[in-house]
């Protein structure tokens, strides 16, 4: 069982890498928060629009990624995997929530990144208003990181694990090493 991410989990470890990100969005979420307070203090200075253009680059590049490893790699290997009535309900449900929380974050950072775009650009926007967003990102990881990541544990092979880190590096463009290679 997973207690902790290990921030520095690679494709070796895949589900530690998906708690890992778990992890960086708090990280950024947190950095949202302040942000918001940040800017009615003090505007878009150059702090606030550094801050905002990590949050803009994270968003917009490992956030759907992160999606594609969890809705195209990771939820047909536990619907694979799924052996009795109980477990195949759970990866139906997890599969249903996935869908309708994964859109409305997309929803949600298309808002808030117009927001972000001006604030980098010094123009005028709507005010930063990030709890949307945060509240819906916090709230879908904390549901993966206690049901879905455990169930994954103890239904996913080492193969199954293999393959699930292939697909991930694959996405990323990373070569894997000889380790991983090995292991395939």
């Known amino acids: 069982m997973m207690l902790f991410a290990d921030t520095a989990a690679g494709f070796d470890d895949p589900l530690g890498l ?14 949202l928060e302040k942000l918001e307070a940040h800017v009615d203090a003090f505007g878009a200075d150059d702090e606030a629009r550094t ?11 490992a956030a759907p990624q992160h999606h594609a490893d969890e809705e195209i790699d990771l939820l047909p290997l536990l619907e694979y995997r799924a052996d009795t ?13 996935t869908a309708d929380e994964h859109g409305g974050q997309i929803v ?3 808002r ?3 927001a972000l775009v001006a604030l980098t650009e010094k123009r005028a926007a709507d ?10 990102v916090r709230s879908h990881y904390r549901f993966e990181d206690t049901e879905v ?4 544990n103890a239904l996913l092979t080492p ?14 463009g990373r070569a894997l090493t000889e380790q991983d290679r090995w292991r395939a």
Request: proline share 4%; net charge positive; aromatic share 10%.
């Open 149 to 152: 990541f455990p169930l994954a």
């Open 51 to 61: 801050a905002a253009r990590r949050v803009l680059e994270y968003f917009d590049r």
């Open 108 to 110: 949600a950072w298309h």
């Open 159 to 172: 193969s199954d694990l293999v393959r699930l880190g292939h697909c991930m590096a694959e996405r990323r």
């Open 85 to 97: 009535g109980e477990t195949r309900a759970a990866v139906a449900a997890w599969a249903a929530r």
């Open 127 to 136: 005010p930063l208003a990030p709890s949307v967003f945060v509240s819906a």
């Open 18 to 31: 998906l708690a890992a990100c778990h992890r960086r969005m708090e990280s950024f979420c947190t950095t």
């Open 112 to 114: 808030l990144r117009e």
